[in-house]
C-alpha cells in the first residue's frame, strides 16, 4: 500500500507543481518575437521615406537596419554574412544622416534615407517581412536576424576614422570592381578584389531574349543590319572598352555610343558583364552576376561565412584598408 501512495503523491505534485511550469516554459519558448535591438546608449533616429505610402517616418536606427537586412539579403544566410551586413547598413544609413553631417537622401530632401533600393536601402516593415518569409519562418528568421544586429550594434565601418560608403550588391560572379570603372571616383576602399566564393548564387547567371525591333527602341538606334553578302541581318553592336574582369565600360550600338552602365538600365540586364548573341529575330543577353559589382559582394560574403570567416574578416576582405570601429557612446 506505501508505494501505491507515494506513487499517487509523487503523479499529483507533478501534475499540480511541475506540469504548469512546464507548460509555461514551452509558452515562452514559442512567445512573441523579441523587439528590435536599439542604439540605447547613443538614441539615434533617422527619417526614412517610405515609398509606398510617401511620408517620412522616423525610427531608431536599430530598427530600421533589422528591416533593411531583411530586405536585401536572404535570411537563410550563414550568420556572420548577416552581422556583416548589418554592419555595412549601419555605415551606409549613417553617413547619410543629417544628425551625422550627411547630406541626407537626393531624392527625397526631408529625408535621411529611403526605401528605394535602387537609390538607398531596401526595407520591409514586420508585416512584409512576414509575408516575405510566411508565418512559420517569420519567428525564426526575425529572431536571427535581430541577432546579428544585436551582436554588431554600434559597429560601423571607418577608412582614416571616417565612415566609408558602404556600396554592396549580390553576385558579383568571381571578381569585384573599381568603383573608379561604374562611377567614375576613385575610392581607395571600393578596390575590385578576386572572389572565389559566390559561384553558387543562383544569380551568377541569367539569360534575357529581345525582340530586334525592341532593342532598337529602347537604345534608340537601329542595331539590325544587312549581314555581309546581303543574305539575312546582322547586328550592329561591338564593344569598345571592357575592364578587366570582364565588365563593358563601353558600347558601340548602331550609329550611338553608351556605357556599360547605361546598356544595362536600357535593357534591363542585371550586370554589365554581358553577352549577346542573334537567334532568328531575336537578341539574347547572357549575364554573369547580380548588381553593380562594387564593395561587398552579398553570396561572397556568405561563401566566406561557410568557410568559418568572421564578420570582420568578410568586410575588411571586400573593403579595402578599412577599420571596424564602434560609434562614440555605444
Not at 507548460?23 to 536599439?38: F, N, T
Request: with cysteine.
Amino acid at each position: 500500500m506505501r508505494p501505491l501512495l507515494l506513487g499517487t503523491f509523487a503523479f499529483l505534485m507533478f501534475t499540480i507543481i511541475v506540469l504548469p511550469s512546464l507548460i509555461v516554459r514551452g509558452l515562452e519558448l514559442a512567445g512573441p518575437v523579441p523587439e528590435p535591438p536599439r542604439e540605447e546608449a547613443a538614441g539615434l533616429t533617422l527619417g526614412v521615406f517610405q515609398e509606398q505610402t510617401g511620408e517620412i517616418v522616423e525610427m531608431p536606427l536599430e530598427d530600421y537596419i533589422l528591416g533593411v537586412v531583411a530586405a536585401e539579403m536572404p535570411a537563410e544566410f550563414e550568420e556572420e554574412a548577416l552581422k556583416a551586413q548589418a554592419v555595412a547598413v549601419r555605415t551606409f544609413a549613417l553617413r547619410r544622416l543629417k544628425a551625422y553631417g550627411g547630406q541626407g537622401c537626393e531624392k527625397h530632401p526631408g529625408a535621411d534615407v529611403c526605401t528605394d533600393p535602387a537609390h538607398c536601402q531596401g526595407w520591409l516593415s514586420r508585416e512584409e517581412q512576414q509575408q516575405k518569409w510566411g508565418l512559420v519562418n517569420y519567428p525564426r528568421f526575425q529572431e536571427k536576424l535581430a541577432r546579428a544586429v544585436n551582436l554588431t550594434s554600434g559597429l560601423v565601418i571607418t577608412y582614416d576614422h571616417e565612415l566609408i560608403d558602404a556600396a554592396y550588391h549580390s553576385t558579383c560572379a568571381g571578381h569585384t570592381e573599381d568603383a573608379s570603372l561604374v562611377w567614375g571616383q576613385e575610392v581607395p576602399y571600393l578596390v575590385g578584389v578576386p572572389c572565389p566564393y559566390d559561384s553558387d548564387s543562383p544569380r551568377y547567371t541569367d539569360e534575357v531574349s529581345y525582340p530586334l525591333v525592341e532593342v532598337a527602341a529602347r537604345l534608340e538606334t537601329q542595331v539590325a543590319v544587312p549581314a555581309a553578302g546581303g543574305v539575312g541581318i546582322a547586328v550592329d553592336m561591338a564593344v569598345l572598352e571592357e575592364s578587366e574582369t570582364g565588365r563593358i565600360l563601353k558600347l558601340q550600338a548602331g550609329e550611338k555610343t553608351y556605357t556599360g552602365r547605361e546598356v544595362r538600365e536600357r535593357l534591363d540586364l542585371r550586370s554589365t558583364k554581358f553577352r549577346w548573341e542573334l537567334e532568328g529575330e531575336n537578341l539574347v543577353f547572357t549575364t554573369l552576376g547580380y548588381g553593380h559589382g562594387v564593395g561587398l559582394c552579398q553570396y561572397g560574403a556568405n561563401g566566406m561565412a561557410k568557410e568559418g570567416r568572421s564578420f570582420r574578416e568578410i568586410l575588411q576582405y571586400y573593403y579595402r584598408g578599412v577599420a571596424i570601429e564602434a560609434l562614440p557612446g555605444t
